[in-house]
């Protein structure tokens, strides 16, 4: 079965103090890998797609970074706006690649 | 441009009531999606539609549970007979079709509360 697993659940960052959020996988075949960021009572904001190992993506202090079973995204210098939940998902290769495969998330804090 | 648009934003209803969530996709969008986020669970797949074609219903509950996405106007999720484990955000998302960069972009959730 297709497993997306997101550690730590929670973490809590002086603004300025860089850090990284884990998303770790188990899929049969990897077609895409999402992340996304929620804030509280909205849906999920799409921030990046990675396709291959070794692909990197940025956008302003995010930087999301693949391997075969796992990606990291990196938040350089973070500012108290950048709190929220980071969602990451799958899609798998084949029949059913629409299906996006969430893990549960991890709950950043940035403080003044 | 507008986003994925949901209503209700927030709808209550007392065990046994039918619910209906609806979902207007992005423009130029064909395909929807329909997850369902259960408190302190990640977001689960429910189904995939196409205009007037249900792709996929795999993630949604036999018994009470259909979808929709007519030709004209919106998506629409419909729960028969609400019961409290049914309580949770729904959410709608929608892509272009096909294509490799096919990213789902996400409306902004019916949170449904069953009394």
């Known amino acids: 079965e297709d497993q997306v697993t997101q550690s730590p659940e929670a973490l809590r960052l002086q603004e300025g103090e860089s850090s990284s959020l884990n998303c770790s996988y188990t899929?049969?075949?990897?077609?895409?890998l999402f992340w996304y960021r929620q804030d509280p009572g909205k849906g999920p904001e799409f921030l990046f797609t990675l396709y291959s190992a070794g692909e990197e993506k940025e956008k302003e202090r995010l930087k999301a970074t693949l391997t075969k079973k796992e990606s990291f995204l990196h938040i350089t210098a973070p500012k108290p706006e950048d709190s929220a939940t980071y969602l990451c998902?799958?899609?798998?290769?084949?029949?059913?690649?629409?299906?996006?495969?969430f893990g549960k998330g991890t709950l950043l804090t940035v403080n003044p | 441009n507008a986003g994925v648009m949901q209503n209700p934003r927030h709808l209550v209803r007392r065990r046994g009531q039918e619910a209906r969530l609806r979902c207007s996709p992005m423009?130029?969008?064909?395909?929807v999606y329909w997850y369902r986020q259960l408190p302190e669970e990640g977001l689960k797949f429910m189904v995939y539609l196409q205009k007037e074609n249900i792709i996929d219903e795999s993630g949604m509950p036999k018994e009470r549970f259909s979808a929709e996405f007519p030709k004209e106007g919106p998506s629409i999720l419909r729960i028969q007979q609400v019961v409290r484990g049914d309580s949770a955000a729904y959410f709608c998302a929608s892509s272009p079709a096909g294509g490799r960069d096919n990213e789902q972009f996400f409306g902004p959730g019916t949170r449904l509360t069953v009394l």
């Open positions: 998902a799958v899609q798998i290769s084949g029949g059913s690649n629409y299906k996006l495969t």
């Open positions: 423009k130029g969008h064909s395909h």
């Open positions: 899929v049969s075949g990897l077609r895409g």
